[in-house]
């Protein structure tokens, strides 16, 4: 049986956009590989397709089947299906404006044509330790330009990349927050002092909580939420 090669992925941008840092870990027969860098000014779904664009050209000639782990829908669709439909369309939307990170999608095109790829949309921050490595890469290089890469041993690497295995709880839990934050707000509730507030916008709330310690604020979906939002608060 044909050995494969496993790659994990991901990117960060703190501020998005704002400084950021890409972070890949390829786990090739007995050795692994880390790879990552900083930019200065991008934005979250460049550094993921950056990542994963970067990992596919070290293991661009092993002839080997490459499964690659990473959370980034934005990516696996692109990669799957949007980019043959921009590639027949000149690179260009059906808005008739140009593709997003056109110039990494372009780099990416040739390597799906040379590398079988088996793609794993995984959820982000659920324990797989593949991924948590490749996020720890790329925040660490977001936040400081730097880290300090591994390359060698799988057996001295610390950690164990054959499991994929994940919190199956907390990645519901984090599909609900998703849900709820693309949800339209009835208000947003705070608590700065020991006060609670309620508002209308997420402006107002915002100026009264930016900056200053020891607040607290969510937004409400509903009349229902915000009197629980408010009751939880005034509890402490």
């Known amino acids: ?29 007995e050795a692994v590989t880390e790879i990552g860098a900083h930019k200065a000014y991008t ?15 070290v293991v661009k000639d092993s002839g ?32 008739g404006t140009d593709v997003i990170n056109k110039k990494l999608w372009q780099e990416l095109l040739p390597l799906l044509k040379q590398v079988p790829i088996e ?12 991924n948590e490595r490749a996020d720890t890469i790329a ?14 041993s799988l057996k001295e690497y610390g950690f164990d990349l054959s499991d994929t295995s994940y919190d199956e709880v907390k990645a519901q839990e984090r599909s609900a927050a998703r849900k709820r934050q693309s949800q339209k707000a009835y208000s947003y509730v705070s608590l700065l002092d020991g006060v609670v507030q309620t508002h209308k916008t ?7 909580v930016k900056g200053k310690r020891g607040t607290r604020f969510k937004k409400s979906l509903d009349t229902k939420n915000e009197k629980d939002i408010i009751a939880d608060f005034k509890k402490g």
């Open 43 to 57: 934005t979250n779904n460049e550094m993921e397709l950056q990542a994963v664009v970067e990992a596919l050209k």
């Open 202 to 208: 997420w402006s107002e709330c915002e100026s009264r």
């Open 139 to 152: 925040s660490d290089f977001a936040a400081t330009g730097k880290y300090a890469l591994y390359s060698g």
């Open 1 to 29: 049986m044909v050995e494969k090669i496993y790659i994990f992925t991901d990117g960060a941008a703190k501020g998005n956009p704002g400084k950021g840092g890409y972070g890949a870990v390829i786990s090739q027969g």
């Open 64 to 95: 080997k089947t490459v499964a690659i782990y990473t959370d980034s829908k934005y990516v696996v669709q692109g990669a799957t299906g949007w980019i043959f439909g921009w590639l027949k369309n000149g690179w260009q939307t059906k808005a």
């Open 119 to 130: 793609w794993h949309k995984v959820p982000g921050h659920v324990g797989i330790i593949g």
